[in-house]
Antibody
């Protein structure tokens, strides 16, 4: 099982960023994908979840209206787009796999550093 | 913001036992299983315990988990220097309809 994320990004305040997460080594549509972020020196913050099977999503309250998660089944890739970036969005963003919607996350991507700076 | 509360730090000498608590509420730990993750500096978290007390393949039996009511607990016995890391609990929250994480505990081996 591998979740390979796109590379580091530097964005200006107000811009948007898209991070990709390419899955391999398992049946893509059988597992949910979470997005979790971690600001420098801080803890883990859940952003949302997507069901690759039908594309349904659920987003955390802190990100409603700013985050969009999509998937491309033929390439087994999930995308997370965060808009209206501010400095507080500087963080490492992780995608992570879970067999069940409410269950444990069993595999994590390597993380993508997004830096928001003018 | 974290919904689950953990002590910020815990420590022990090599060979000792360390316990980390995770306090939640009826909408998360009280209704759903607790999971635990270990994170080494600069790396992604790794699943340590799932469904309260189950160890994934490859996780030593020095790590054990439990749950009672709205709290979970992780114990590390026979502490090793390689156990120095950040530890996070997590659970699904029915009210928020999302995953919630603990505040994190940094374990130091003296």
């Amino acid at each position: 099982v591998q979740l390979v994320q796109s590379g580091a990004e530097v964005e200006k305040p107000g811009a948007s960023v898209t991070v990709s997460c390419k899955a391999s080594g398992y049946s893509f549509t059988f597992y949910y994908i979470h997005w979790v972020r971690q600001a420098p020196g801080q803890g883990l913050e859940w952003m949302g979840i997507i069901n690759p099977s039908g594309g349904s999503t659920s987003y955390g309250d802190n990100f409603q209206g700013r985050v969009t998660m999509t998937r491309d089944t033929p390439t087994a890739t999930v995308y997370m787009r965060l808009s209206s970036l501010r400095s507080e969005d500087t963080a490492v963003y992780f995608c992570a796999r879970a067999p069940e919607r409410r269950g444990a996350i069993d595999y994590w991507g390597q993380g993508t550093l997004v830096t928001v700076s003018s | 913001q974290s919904v689950l509360t953990q002590p910020p730090s815990a420590s022990g000498s090599p060979g000792q036992r360390v316990t980390i608590s995770c306090s939640g509420s009826s909408s998360n730990i009280g209704s759903n299983p607790v999971n635990w993750y270990l994170q080494l500096p600069g790396t992604a978290p790794k699943l340590l315990i799932y469904t309260n007390d189950q160890r994934p393949s490859g996780v030593p039996d020095r790590f054990s988990g439990s749950k009672s009511g709205t709290s979970g607990s992780l114990a590390i016995s026979g502490l090793l220097s390689e156990d120095e890391a950040d530890y996070y609990c997590a659970a699904w929250d029915d009210s928020l309809d999302g995953q919630v994480f603990g505040t994190g505990t940094k374990v130091t081996v003296l």
